[in-house]
């Protein structure tokens, strides 16, 4: 079993508990692959989230320069028992961002990373309703402008940075309570052309489309993205990779079961992950759902697919 997204109590506000924590309940629960995302620094004091309001941005450089030891660390100690991976999950709130993720590669190592979009208009989509509200007022005050511009600052994000895994993919749509479980194709057929123009470009490179089941412990009945882009993505050819996206040790793995059953009901037949060869880099590795379903790791599940 395997997650591509995870953050710790000791690295970020919102997030609880340790990593080494998170690590071995990671082991103990059957993972064989996990990943360590961290969020980056962000570069600007306007960009800091109200929990963070007496931190700088030397704070956030030097909190993260402290997770890439301390994962490093965490790899080699459990080396033996789990898969660690150690990355980070991109914020992408204005174009220079790009400059400051591409420094950041070039001081640390990284074995993957996670390429989101959390802000519209330098206005976060997913911390609550009036701040999503607060967004879309900016864009044009509609959901359908909002998506738009989503979906658009999405693309810059994927054609600058080409992401080992694109996060949660249509997070846009966490509090667009009216409008977020209909067919994004059927409502707003342009809007619909943007998504298909970024599946096409992350099929073209080869990343990772994650199957985000946050998106189930936050209210949806499906994880990020929805069936109607899952459905596109499986049209197109690109792969996918699971993620909890979990931020303590109580959602390491939750709600996989409930994905597993969307997958296998939509009919997908592969799931993909990464791993480090031999010489450490990371390669990506798939695994059949048809076999996948035979692990132990579900057996810690009371009620299965």
Known sequence: ?????????????????????????????????????????RNNPEDMYPEEDKLTVNDLETTFAKYYKHARELQIKYAAQITLLVGFETDYIRPDYKPLIKTLQNVYKFDMFVGSIHHVAAIP???????????????????????????????NMLTDLRPT??????????????????????????????????????????????????????????????????????EKGGKFCLSDDS??????????????KLIIDLGLKEIYYLDLDDSGEAVVRKDEIAKLKDDPFWTQYEKLW
């Not at 931020?247 to 597993?260: D, I, P, R, T, W």
């Open 1 to 41: 079993m395997h997650s591509h997204h995870s953050h710790s109590g000791d690295y970020v506000m919102h997030a609880k508990d340790h990593l080494e924590d998170i690590v071995l309940r990671a082991i103990e629960m059957g993972f064989t692959t996990y990943c360590l995302t961290e969020h980056i620094p």
């Open 125 to 155: 989509i997913d911390y609550d309703v009036q701040t999503w509200e607060k967004a879309m007022a900016k864009v044009g005050g509609t959901p359908k402008n909002l998506y738009a511009a989503y979906f658009d600052e999405q693309y």
């Open 165 to 234: 895994v694109v996060g949660h993919f249509d997070l846009v749509r966490l509090f667009s309570i009216a409008d977020s479980e209909k067919p994004i194709e059927s409502q707003w057929p342009d809007v619909w052309e943007k998504v298909v123009r970024n599946v096409e470009f992350v099929v073209r490179y080869g990343g990772l489309f994650e199957l985000n089941s946050a998106a189930i412990r936050k209210g949806w009945s499906e994880p990020y993205p929805r069936s109607d882009i899952i459905k596109l993505i499986m």
């Open 247 to 260: 931020h303590g040790l109580a959602q390491l793995g939750l709600n996989y079961h409930k994905v597993m």
